[in-house]
Nanobody, 120 residues
Framework: QVHLVESGGGLVEPGGSLRLSCVVSGSTFSSNAMDWYRQTPGNQREYVAA???????NYADSVKGRFTISRDNAKNTVYLQMSSLKLEDTAVYYC??????????????WGQGTQVTVSS
């Protein structure tokens, strides 16, 4: 089984920064694309960012220029560096993985979610 364990969520003031981490086990991590999603109560889960097995990245328009997705294959870890945080960034953030290297379509595996709260 594939397991994704997230960490790094918390409370931060507007304009601040936070880095989320997701450690993946039970898969050939270096061959799998990874995503970050987020969700607020009563709303559908929203795509945030993606990174392919070769390091190509993609971002939702709402976070472009502020968030950076990266990966460290030696540590089986994907990161989401968030900066210039806004109140509307408050959500539960989910790490997600694909079975393939390109990350097309919906992800196949999900982490437990970690709460990010942006508040003054």
């Amino acid at each position: 089984q594939v397991h994704l364990v997230e960490s790094g969520g918390g409370l931060v003031e507007p304009g601040g920064s936070l880095r989320l981490s997701c450690v993946v086990s039970g898969s050939t991590f270096s061959s799998n694309a990874m995503d970050w999603y987020r969700q607020t109560p009563g709303n559908q889960r929203e795509y945030v960012a993606a990174i392919t097995s070769t390091g190509s990245t993609n971002y939702a328009d709402s976070v472009k220029g502020r968030f950076t997705i990266s990966r460290d294959n030696a540590k089986n870890t994907v990161y989401l560096q968030m900066s210039s945080l806004k109140l509307e960034d408050t959500a539960v953030y989910y790490c997600a993985g694909h079975r393939g290297p390109t990350g097309y379509g919906l992800p196949n595996f999900w982490g437990q979610g970690t709460q990010v709260t942006v508040s003054s």
